[in-house]
């Protein structure tokens, strides 16, 4: 009777031969992954974000409004202020073009549970403002970006890494 005691030389080389092939193939489609989880997150709260502006606006239009508004009844928790054109542009009753506190107001006002916004550093997001337009640029890679024209209820999402 022959007694084996383990695995001889030969077939350890083999085993770790075919974990490096598998290793070597996998590796760069994992690599890709972080990527592709930043680019998920930002279309997922753009599309939340389009979605949840397009409900206020809708809202305004079932309440039958026709001019600015304040404290939006039946949305959310009642404080969004819409502008003339039936758009959220903050929740501190101020309807004129938004800046980056009142873009952060929107954001916090029209999302339920969203990720964290500021005007500078420290957050999910960082708002800015100009002419109407809100950006909310995403600060894990700050070449991605939600855009919001609160003039028309445009919602842009630039997840491009």
Known sequence: MKQ???????????????LSV????????F????DQAHEAAVKGSGGGFGSAVSLAH??????GHTAAVDD???????????NANGWPVSTN??????????????????????????????????ATAAAGICTYT??????????YNSTNGAVTVDSTP
């Open 4 to 18: 084996q005691a383990g695995f001889t030389l030969i077939e350890l080389v083999v085993v770790i031969l075919i």
């Open 22 to 29: 598998l290793a070597a193939t996998a590796l760069p489609r």
């Open 31 to 34: 690599m890709n992954v972080q």
């Open 58 to 63: 809708a809202q305004w239009v079932a309440n």
């Open 72 to 82: 939006l009844q039946g949305f959310g928790d009642d404080t969004v202020d819409t």
């Open 93 to 126: 009753g101020n309807n004129g073009n938004p800046n980056a506190n009142r873009c952060v107001q929107v954001w916090n006002g029209i999302l339920q549970n969203p990720p964290s916004v500021a005007t500078g550093v420290g957050s999910d997001y960082r």
């Open 138 to 147: 995403y600060q894990a890679v700050n070449t991605m970006s939600i855009t």
